[in-house]
């Protein structure tokens, strides 16, 4: 069941340049959506996050941009930097039944940006 | 920065034994969770916990899992009867709100269940 997709498991771009992450996802009822990065050993480490209602937010060098009609979302560094070398998932949010939140996470996208 | 702590970071149990994993949520939230990822897989949700009590979980928690906030301050996951499939990276995490906050989720850094 694979309702969120990240279907590049790595990039790899060189320092000061875009790095592009994409992300797809399947179910309609999805209306949040969220990028994490991860180094190993630690937790996940929260980015940036869209509501559906936008198509665009922008948070220093990262910008996350959704396209409903397509189901699609992506993450854009720029400059890019060493320190940004990690593992970076999408996810992807529905109320639950309960009133409750869970994430739906995509597969991730180990980056890495060399010097 | 507030953090969400785990302990212990790696835990190794015999197949069939009980394990708690101990997790300090950020003394402000209000939602707490409970996600998991076995190796080379995704992060899976569990369950989440608000008002002292479960609102939400996936189909992976079964009667083996439960969770408690036996102290206001400790989120717990118990695991009775462990198997070797439950060998993964169990990540506690917290909210503030839900979401629309813009914050997002709060993760700890994770403990690593060894089941052999």
Redesign the interface.
């Not at chain 1, 050993?41 to 929260?46: I, L, M, N, Y």
């Not at chain 1, 109320?95 to 991730?108: A, P, R, Y």
């Not at chain 2, 897989?41 to 949700?45: D, S, W």
């Not at chain 2, 914050?103 to 994770?110: M, Q, V």
């Given at each position: 069941d694979q309702q969120v997709k990240q279907n590049s498991p790595s990039l790899s771009v060189q320092e000061g340049r875009i790095s592009i992450l994409n992300c797809d996802y399947t179910n309609s009822m999805f209306d949040?959506f969220?990028w994490?990065k991860k180094y190993p050993?630690?937790?996940?480490?929260?980015l940036i996050?869209i509501?559906s209602i936008k198509d665009k937010n922008e948070d220093g060098r990262f910008t996350v941009f959704l396209n409903k009609s397509a189901k699609h979302l992506s993450l854009h560094i720029v400059p890019s930097q060493p320190g940004d070398s990690a593992v970076y998932?999408c996810?992807a949010?529905a109320?639950?039944?309960?009133?409750?939140?869970?994430?739906?996470?995509?597969?991730?996208t180990k980056l890495t940006v060399n010097p | 920065e507030p953090e969400?702590t785990?302990t212990p970071s790696h835990q190794v149990t015999q197949m069939g034994q009980e394990v708690i994993l101990r997790c300090v949520p950020i003394s402000n939230h209000l939602?707490f969770?409970w996600?998991r990822q076995i190796l080379g897989?995704?992060?899976?949700?569990l369950v989440?916990f608000?008002n002292n009590e479960?609102?939400?979980k996936?189909e992976i928690f079964d009667d083996q899992f439960s969770v408690e906030r036996p102290d206001g301050s400790n989120f717990t996951l118990k695991i009775r009867s462990t198997k070797l499939e439950d060998s993964a990276m169990y990540?506690c995490?917290s909210s503030e709100a839900?979401?629309?906050s813009?914050?997002?989720?709060?993760?700890?850094?994770?403990t690593r269940l060894t089941v052999v």
């Open positions: 949040y969220l994490y050993a630690e937790g996940p480490t929260f996050s509501s998932f996810a949010s109320t639950t039944q309960g009133g409750s939140e869970k994430l739906v996470f995509g597969k991730g | 969400v785990q939602y969770y996600y897989q995704k992060v899976e949700f989440s608000y479960i609102s939400e996936s990540f995490a839900l979401r629309g813009g914050y997002g989720y709060t993760f700890g850094s994770g």
